[in-house]
């Protein structure tokens, strides 16, 4: 079946950092891949999101490319802020179906 | 516009009485889903409701658990009888369409604690 896999935290940086969490799914059809963050205490917030082979989703100085031929979306950002600590899931669904797959999500913390 | 809300924002009861959760999905949105989130098992589907009508509950985890949406307007998500196991955070997202493309918007959840 369909899965998301990204790398297990916490990832812990110090501020001005370069950030990449790892993704990468498995899936059938043609999915459209995103990228959740979390702060403490709400609920999952949409930070990017790519729904075609070879589009760069980016928001923020976030930024993920939808690489169809490594099954990869990795989220990168070119200098942290302390700001940024949270938890960061990976998710992808299937065009044409309602269903989406979360990854078990990355803790983020960054140091000032 | 006001984003998805949620009541109770915490909920401590004790095992064996009933609970009932509530989301209102955003206006104009006519998909609905209820989550349940632990550190054991991340983030999990719960049941998924299309224009009102439940569409896919095989998530729910037994029959302890039951969701109404009785317009499109409010949903809720009912435990009884309530067990340790099912503390946790519940969220609700709602969405406009039922297509994958579509961005969820997640409500900020229920805190649940059964003792």
């Known amino acids: 079946g369909d899965s998301v896999t990204q790398m297990e935290g916490p990832v812990t940086l110090s501020e001005e950092a370069f950030l990449t969490i790892n993704c990468t799914y498995t899936?059938?059809?043609?999915?459209?891949l995103f990228w959740y963050v979390q702060y403490p205490g709400e609920g999952l917030q949409l930070l990017l999101k790519a729904t075609k082979a070879d589009d760069k989703g980016s928001n923020k100085g976030f930024e993920a490319t939808y690489r169809k031929e490594t099954t990869s979306f990795h989220l990168e950002k070119g200098s942290v802020q302390v700001s940024d600590s949270a938890v960061y899931f990976c998710a992808l669904s299937v065009s044409g179906t309602y269903k989406y797959i979360f990854g078990t999500g990355t803790r983020l913390k960054v140091l000032a | 516009d006001a984003g998805v809300i949620q009541s109770p924002r915490h909920e401590v009861t004790e095992m064996g009485q009933e609970v009932t959760l509530r989301c209102k999905p955003i206006?104009?949105?006519?998909?609905l889903f209820w989550y349940r989130q632990t550190m054991m098992r991340g983030l999990e589907l719960l049941i998924y409701?299309?224009?009102?009508?439940?569409?896919?509950d095989s998530g729910m985890p037994e029959d302890r658990f039951s969701a109404k949406m009785p317009n499109a307007s409010f949903s809720t998500l009912k435990i009884q009888p309530s067990e340790p196991r099912d503390s946790a955070v519940y969220f609700c997202?709602?969405?406009?369409?039922?297509?994958?493309?579509?961005?969820?918007?997640f409500g900020p959840g229920t805190r649940l604690t059964v003792l």
């Open positions: 899936a059938t059809g043609y999915p459209s």
């Open positions: 206006s104009g949105h006519n998909s």
């Open positions: 409701f299309n224009n009102n009508v439940p569409i896919d």
């Open positions: 997202a709602s969405i406009w369409g039922d297509r994958g493309t579509d961005t969820q918007y």
